[in-house]
């Protein structure tokens, strides 16, 4: 009699045969599914089902002829899941990226719908702490979902990575589902998109792609600025959006810019990114990342003290997982030398995270910051040019430098190719700035949260 | 009746587990693992976050994913694992350098999430400083709890090759162990290679740990100090 125990037992006996690293990369992912008289072994793509065929299908069965001697054995090596229960029959469902193989036992067709990700339940505007930096996004979102398609179409959120663009379009992706059950919404990642593309193509089965996109209720798609310099994808979307937006269909893309400033996407994309509303989700601001601390902490029943939030809130300030991660940490830990979570065990435990966040504000990570947010090169900071689209941010680099290093003014001015007068002219002038103009106010302090400071 | 003991050569691999590894005490890396709790990992090269992943998917059947060996293959190689396996995801600053890879990695860290799966992954830094990595990866890597694994202190050297030496059934001398701390590199994988290295020679040509047997083994001859102090 077979049992599920002789797998684990030959994973025992390869040991003496394999490295460690060996049947952890391609061995141990296995699924295995005993019939009376079958091992039906699961990898979970294609690449380990071939790599396992090609080396290591005679070491199992080698290993299973020496511990089930005489029980005649035949080994199938699919790719798929199984499930839970070790029935005799076995149920298989196919994972979303592989669904391009051959269907199993030819029982199952690829789905159409099997490159489209899950809603997250857990994403929803109940669970979403809003602030200054992320309450326009919010109200964008809920007002698109009272009437899907009608307003707003598309909502384009953009902004940095972790600062809640997916947790808003899972949030209206639910609140869609949960006015409407029946609604067919389609959440993918950009490249999910395109690998879908691909296979439909690769299978002749563009109408079936096309005829799946367009015929939706609403269209989720993350991080559209994947798309870049990827021409065919960009043509057929340009396809999609147009039918869905003239049969009225909700269309949420999130991206990590402003639509106009993504490069290598065609203009005319660009500008029906703009047609509905574009929103930005800008760093949490401190009292937003105390908030979101304490929600996070509840959610996972971690005992959490306001004063242990403000301590790190203040000291991770660049993006919400970033808070998460620090969170985790501290549950850790605590859960691991059962001591209740202070300012001080903080500081004890995330010694080494706060001290690689200080050493964050550098000279050149200024520069980068202030050269992607101006949309200008990194060089042009440098450059002798004096044109005033690059000799503000210029300044406003130099400032922020003098404000958040240690650096000396000729220690900046040579990070700059300048010396250190014109440092000098550029910290007073944007003093000057900041007080005059709010756009220039505005994109300092922005700046600055960006940076980890305010 | 007793005959000669026979001496079989059988090399017995070494098990990968997270008793055997030799840290600082409170390492708090090793009880997240033995747990089945996600962890990031960062340390400098050889301090046996290797180690530690494998030692995990061995105790918790979890599957282990170094990605500077998977250069050259298909984003696919990531796909389909079952959620309720724990992932081991290794060497993160050797990620092939593809953005469709890092996609997927991307979404099947989203995924494990989205699903409370275990996810471990090791690196030589922290996720801020991985900046050849695209900003939406490292944020993701960021939430998970991240555990930094020192190198190994003189003691801890010491130890580590006592310890493991008598795990494979050797004596390793006093002047061999001195010599070899002075000599070699001594960040955990090295001492483990080395170990590894004399155990099978040592098997190979029935000999006993002296120190030229052990510098020949493990310097080449050309490389092998001529004065050797005996002691220090």
Redesign the interface.
Known sequence: MLDKDLWTRCLRWL??EL???E???WL??L?PVFQPDRLILF??????QERVRQDHLEQIRGALAHLAPGVPLTIDLM???AEVSPAVTPAVSM????ATDTPLNGERDASLSAYT??L?P?YTFNSFIEGKSNQQARAASEHVVEAPGMAYNPLFIYG???LGK?HLMHAVGNRIQQHNPNANIAYL?A??WLNHMVSAIRHGRQEGFKHYYRSVDALLID?IH?FAHKERTQEEFFHTFNALIDGRKQIVLTC?RYPKDIDGIDERLKSRFTWGLSVAVEPPELETRVAILMAKADQAHVRLSEDVAFFVAQRIR??V??L??AL??L???AR??GEPITVEFAQATLR??LA??DR?VTIDNIKRTVAGYYNIRISDLTSAKRTRSLARPRQVAMALCKELTQHSLPEIGEAFDKDHTTVLHACRKVVQLRDEDPKIREDYDLLQRRLGFG | MRGDQLSLAVH??Q??DLESFVAAPDL?AI??LR?N????LHGPAGVGK?HLL?AA??LH??????LS?LLG??A???????ID?PL?VDELEGAPEQ??FW??L??ML??RG?GNGVTWVASRN????LHRL???L???L???????VPALDELQQFQLLIEGAERRGLALPDDVTRWWLRHLPRDAGSLLAGLERIDRAALKARRRLTLPFVQAVLMPPAAAPQDEPQDD
């Open positions: 040991e003496a490295s460690e690293r049947l952890s990369t141990r992912p699924q990898a979970p793509n294609r690449i380990v790719v798929g899941v994972p979303a990226d592989s990700g899950k997250d857990r940095e990575s972790g997916t990642g490249e999910q991080d994947f990590d660049s993006n997982r970033e998460e991660g985790h940490r549950s850790a830990s691991l030398r080494d995270m690689a966040y964050l | 017995l691999p098990p990968c708090q009880a997240q747990a709790e996600s962890a990031y290797t494998l998917c061995r059947g979890g599957r282990y994913l170094p060996s293959e298909p696919e190689i990531l796909a389909g694992l079952a396996q081991a953005p469709e996609m997927a991307l979404r989203d995924q989205f922290a996720p801020d400083a695209p900003a939406d490292r944020t993701r960021a939430r998970l709890p991240r555990f930094h």
